[in-house]
Nanobody, 119 residues
Framework: QVQLLESGPGLVKPWQTLSLTCTVS??????????WSWIRQPPGKGLEWIGH???????AYSPSLKSRASIFRETGKNQFILELASVAPEDTAVYYC???????????WGKGIPVTVSS
């Protein structure tokens, strides 16, 4: 079965860059049709899609985060990475990685990693 695991710092300071890693097992991130996404949920709020990278390495981002977000693959490690620049307290959230088999229903999810932005 496909499993995803988020890792990275739980606390970052304002203006720093947040870097999170999603490690995938049970499927190759280069396998045809797969899309690999980052989603976040601020406290008391709904899910917000950040962006994705697909099996070919092509990316797409939420318009509200496009200027600050970057998603890329480490194919040799079967990982994909989120970098979110110039973070602010409003970026505090639980961050999830997820996989989709090109049918838009986010088939696989990690458990999430809480990230707090604070000085």
């Amino acid at each position: 079965q496909v499993q995803l695991l988020e890792s990275g710092p739980g606390l970052v300071k304002p203006w720093q860059t947040l870097s999170l890693t999603c490690t995938v097992s049970g499927a190759s991130i280069t396998a045809t049709t797969y899309f690999w996404s980052w989603i976040r949920q601020p406290p008391g709020k709904g899910l917000e899609w950040i962006g994705h990278v697909n099996y070919m390495g092509h990316t797409a981002y939420s318009p509200s985060l496009k200027s600050r977000a970057s998603i890329f693959r480490e194919t040799g490690k079967n990982q994909f990475i989120l970098e979110l620049a110039s973070v602010a307290p409003e970026d505090t959230a639980v961050y999830y990685c997820a996989g989709d088999e090109a049918d838009f229903d986010m088939d696989y999810w990690g458990k999430g990693i809480p990230v707090t932005v604070s000085s």
